[in-house]
């Protein structure tokens, strides 16, 4: 084949990948769905729309509008659904899909909703975030959506936590930074209590301070094998209203989705366990499983 005609070949074939390669098919880093703000992705068996990210009172609002991929196909439940904030932030911040609003009091809007079993429509509040520049995009992911056979736990017995994990399991190294126990009515315990019989008795609740890293190169790697990024997850819990606000505000799961534009992945984050006192203090566990997301990233 002459020069000439296998320059022409290249051509055709890089036209025919890129006709191929529509918004629904444009792939992040990190293996999630990707789309631009204003677009619509099919994630979680719903095709979910975001538009209009927006900000007003230190917070990130978002309009969504949201119904199933196929009818009479399983998708998540609203209540199992959770969006965050993409961007090279100082820490993640989530918010669960329904009931995400109950703290922004000030703002007239419509929080998102489930009017019928077929439809999502509303805002969705993610925040407190004042460094509006950081923020690049929103993303969207179920803590009961998770990727067969890609499961690590660990024990994240109080007041020791979680010690620093093998890169070798996922790619990352997970360890905690802080662990606070208290009793259901907000008193605190201190490691002395551990010798205490009576100290371990009702409901409880735990907040620990947990740190991710590891190289992007790898995540990224390690993300496209999977077929998703890893999200880390906290149990047992309860579902809003649990114990305390603070467990409402951290909750149980937060998604490893560092900004494309970082070499390294660190990422800091606060998650509550919770329920009865001894399953949540001494007996919980921290894992970090694989999932499917979605990203909808600004223009610029």
């Known amino acids: 084949m002459s020069r000439r005609a296998l320059v022409a070949v290249l051509a ?41 990210l927006r900000f007003d009172a230190d917070y990130v609002l978002v309009d969504v509008d949201a119904s199933p991929s196929q009818k009479d196909a399983p998708h998540a439940k609203p209540e ?16 669960d899909a ?30 407190p975030q004042r460094d509006q520049s950081q ?34 399991d996922t790619g990352l190294v997970l360890k905690t930074t802080s662990v606070d126990a208290f009793r259901a009515d907000g008193s605190q315990l201190d490691p002395s209590a551990m010798g205490d019989p009576a ?42 209203p649990g114990l305390s606000h603070a467990c409402d505000i951290y909750g149980a799961s937060v998604l490893v989705l560092p900004d494309a534009l970082l070499d390294a992945v660190q990422v800091r984050v ?3 366990t919770q329920g009865e006192i001894n399953e949540a203090l001494l007996y919980a566990t921290v894992s970090l499983v694989g999932t499917h997301a979605g990203l909808w990233t600004t223009r610029d």
């Open 12 to 52: 055709v074939i890089v036209m025919v990948a890129s006709a191929c390669s529509g918004d629904g098919a444009r792939v992040h880093p990190y293996s999630t769905q990707a789309a631009t703000i204003g677009e619509s992705l099919s994630v979680l068996g719903w095709n979910i729309a975001v538009r209009n």
């Open 80 to 95: 199992d659904i959770r969006f965050g904030l993409y961007g090279a932030l100082a820490h993640p911040i989530e918010a």
């Open 98 to 127: 329904i009931g995400g609003c109950e703290d922004v009091t000030s703002l007239a809007l419509q929080p998102l909703s489930a009017p019928s079993l077929d439809r999502l429509t509303g805002t969705v509040c993610l925040g």
């Open 135 to 168: 923020v690049r995009g929103v993303y969207v992911y179920s803590p009961r959506e998770r990727i067969p056979d890609t499961a690590a736990a660990y024990g994240a017995a109080f007041p020791v936590g979680v010690l620093p994990t093998n890169e070798n």
């Open 199 to 240: 100290a371990f008795s009702g409901k409880g609740y735990m907040l620990l301070g947990i740190e991710i890293s590891g190289l992007a190169a790898r995540y990224r790697d390690e993300s496209a094998r999977r077929g998703g990024p890893m999200m880390v997850l906290a149990a047992p819990t309860l579902p809003a």
């Open 270 to 272: 606060s998650l509550c």
